[in-house]
C-alpha cells in the first residue's frame, strides 16, 4: 500500500481509528481523575576511599570511587539490602516491595550517589529512605571491607533524607493510553482496507485491466434529472463536466473509425449505468449531435419510467416486425430521442442476437450520430455480451466502494469471449475533490470573463448520411448554438430528422 492508500483507508475507515482513540483518552481521563500525589524522598552519599597524603595514590584512590559508583547503583536495588531495610524499618513490606519503590542516580564525574524511594504514602517514603541511609552504608562496608586491612572504601551521607512531593502527571496519563488507541485505530483501518476488495480509485481501476478509464464521474444528485431537464444540458458542475470529458475521450478513441453505437453495460445491477447513459446522452447533445437511446434491458428496463414512456412500444415491437422504426422513437428534447424496451420478451438474449437487431442497428447509424444503448449487467445474463457484437464499443460503468475486483475481471472475461471491443471503464461515484486542478478550473470558469476565454466546442463530423453537409457548431458558456441558423424545434423533431436523412 503507498501513501494515498493509507490516507483513503483513513478517510474510508474514521469510525475505526477514532474509536480506539476515544476509548483510550477516556480510560486516561478517568485514570488520571483517580491518580494522586506521591512522594519521593532522597539520600544522597559520599563515596570516600583511604586517606594518601600522596598526590597520586589520591587521584587513583578517586578513579577507583568512581568505578565503585556504578556497582553501587545496582547494590541498592538487592534482597540483601531490601531485607535490611524491612528489619531496620519495621513496615510490614516484602523485599520486591521495597526494591520496587527504590530508584538510584549518579552524578557524572564524581564520587556522589543518590537513592531515592517513591511512595504514595509520606511516611512510608521518609521511613523507608532513613533505613537505606543507615543500612546502605553498613551493607557497603561489609562487602568492600573483608579482611584484616585497613577500610578501602566507606560512605558518608551527605544530604537527606529529604521528601518531596510529586504531582501526577495528568498529561501524560491521557496523551499515552490515546497514543496506543491511535496506533490501534490506524493498524485496524488499514486492515480493513487490506480486506476490502471492491475498487474505489482510478488507480486500482487502471491496474486492475489493461483498457483505459474514461470517466471519473462525482457524486451529483442533479445528474439523475438529466437529460428531462433543458438547463441540464448547459450546465456547469462537476458532474456535468465529468461527462464531457467523457464525451470528449470517446471521441478521441479512434479517429478514423469514429464511435457510433456505443453498449453500457456494468457487471452486476445498481453501478449506475442507466444514469451514466442519460448524462453521457445529455453531453452529445450539448454539441449538437443527433442521440438515440435504445432501452435494451429486456429484463428489467428503467428508462421507460424514467422519461415516462412505460408502455410505449419499442424496440421489441420493431424487431418482430410489429410496428415501424418511426412509431418507436420518442422525442425527449431536441436532438435526442428514446427508443423504450417494448414488450418485454420470454427469450431477451436470443431475440437481442438476431439479424433483426443488426439490421435496425444499421439503419440507426445512418439516422443519428450516436446511439447509446443501455443493457443489464453482465454477470447475471449474457444480453450485453450478445448485443455487444453489433456495437462499435461498450462501455463498463464501475461503482466505487460497490464493484469488486473479482466481479470486473468476470465480466471483462465475458467480453473477451465474444470478441467485444471494450472502450474503456468509467468510474461512478468517484471521490470527489474539491481542491483539485480539474474542479478549481471549471468552478473559474463561472466568472465574468468565461465567456471571453473560453475555448470553441467543435463537435465531430456527421455520419455517413450527412457527411457532404458537415456543419461546426460551438458551445459557449455552457450552452450549444448553432453557427448556421436557429436551435431545431422540439415539435419538429421527427420531421427534421426524415428531412435530414433524405437530404
Known amino acids: 500500500m503507498d501513501l494515498q492508500q493509507y490516507l483513503h483507508a483513513v478517510r474510508t475507515y474514521w469510525w475505526a481509528v477514532a474509536l480506539p482513540v476515544v476509548l483510550g483518552v477516556a480510560f486516561g481521563v478517568y485514570a488520571a481523575s483517580q491518580a494522586e500525589s506521591e512522594y519521593r524522598a532522597a539520600v544522597t552519599f559520599f563515596v570516600a576511599t583511604s586517606t594518601e597524603t600522596d598526590t597520586q595514590a589520591a587521584v587513583q584512590g578517586d578513579e577507583f570511587a568512581q568505578r565503585r559508583v556504578n556497582s553501587y547503583l545496582e547494590l541498592l536495588r538487592t534482597d540483601r539490602l531490601a531485607t535490611k531495610v524491612i528489619e531496620e524499618s519495621g513496615l510490614d513490606l516484602t523485599p520486591g516491595q521495597v526494591k520496587a519503590m527504590m530508584g538510584a542516580d549518579s552524578d557524572v564525574d564524581t564520587v556522589l550517589l543518590t537513592a531515592t524511594v517513591t511512595h504514595p504514602e509520606r511516611e512510608v517514603a521518609n521511613e523507608v529512605a532513613e533505613a537505606v541511609a543507615t543500612e546502605f552504608v553498613e551493607l557497603v562496608d561489609e562487602v568492600e571491607n573483608q579482611g584484616p586491612g585497613p577500610s578501602s572504601v566507606h560512605l558518608e551521607v551527605v544530604s537527606g533524607p529529604s521528601v518531596t512531593e510529586l504531582p501526577p502527571r495528568r498529561v501524560l496519563a491521557v496523551g499515552i493510553p490515546g497514543s496506543v488507541g491511535l496506533v490501534i485505530g490506524l493498524g485496524i483501518a488499514w486492515l480493513l482496507e487490506l480486506r476490502d476488495k471492491t475498487i474505489r480509485s482510478e488507480t486500482q481501476l487502471g491496474a486492475l485491466h489493461p483498457v483505459p478509464v474514461l470517466g471519473m464521474i462525482p457524486l451529483d444528485r442533479s445528474l439523475r434529472d438529466a437529460p428531462r431537464n433543458r438547463h441540464q444540458l448547459t ?34 445491477a445498481g453501478e449506475g449505468k442507466t444514469t451514466t ?28 419510467g424514467f422519461f415516462g414512456a412505460e408502455g410505449r412500444p419499442g424496440l421489441t415491437d420493431v424487431l418482430v416486425g410489429r410496428i415501424a422504426l418511426d412509431a418507436a422513437l420518442l422525442p425527449v428534447v431536441t436532438g435526442l430521442a428514446l427508443m423504450p424496451s417494448g414488450q418485454l420478451p420470454p427469450n431477451p438474449s436470443e431475440l437481442l442476437g438476431t439479424e433483426a437487431m443488426e439490421e435496425l442497428l444499421d439503419e440507426l447509424r445512418g439516422r443519428f450520430d450516436s446511439v447509446i444503448i443501455d443493457t443489464p449487467p453482465l454477470l447475471p445474463v449474457t444480453d450485453a455480451a450478445v448485443l455487444s457484437a453489433h456495437s ?23 467480453l473477451q469471449a465474444v470478441g467485444a471491443r471494450v472502450l474503456g471503464t468509467v468510474l461512478n461515484g468517484a471521490p470527489s475533490r474539491r481542491d483539485s486542478t480539474y474542479s478549481a478550473y471549471w468552478r473559474a470558469g463561472q466568472g465574468p470573463d468565461a465567456t471571453a476565454t473560453g475555448a470553441p466546442e467543435t463537435a465531430r463530423p456527421a455520419t455517413r448520411a450527412r457527411e457532404a453537409r458537415r456543419t461546426h457548431y460551438a458551445v459557449r458558456d455552457g450552452e450549444a ?6 436551435p431545431l424545434p422540439t415539435a419538429a423533431y421527427g420531421e427534421h430528422y426524415r428531412d435530414a436523412d433524405r437530404s
Open 392 to 414: 462499435d464499443g461498450v462501455l463498463v460503468v464501475v461503482r466505487s466502494g460497490k464493484t469488486t475486483r473479482h466481479q470486473l475481471l468476470l465480466a471483462m472475461r465475458s
Open 481 to 486: 448554438r448553432h453557427n448556421g441558423g436557429p
Open 235 to 268: 450546465a456547469s458542475t462537476a458532474g456535468t463536466e465529468s461527462f464531457r470529458q467523457l464525451r470528449t475521450n470517446l471521441d478521441f478513441i479512434d479517429v478514423d473509425s469514429p464511435v457510433q453505437v456505443v453498449v453500457v453495460t456494468s457487471s452486476v
Open 277 to 304: 447513459v442519460t448524462n453521457l446522452a445529455a453531453a452529445l447533445v450539448a454539441a449538437r449531435r443527433r442521440v438515440l437511446i435504445v432501452e435494451a434491458d429486456l429484463r428489467r428496463p428503467s428508462l421507460n
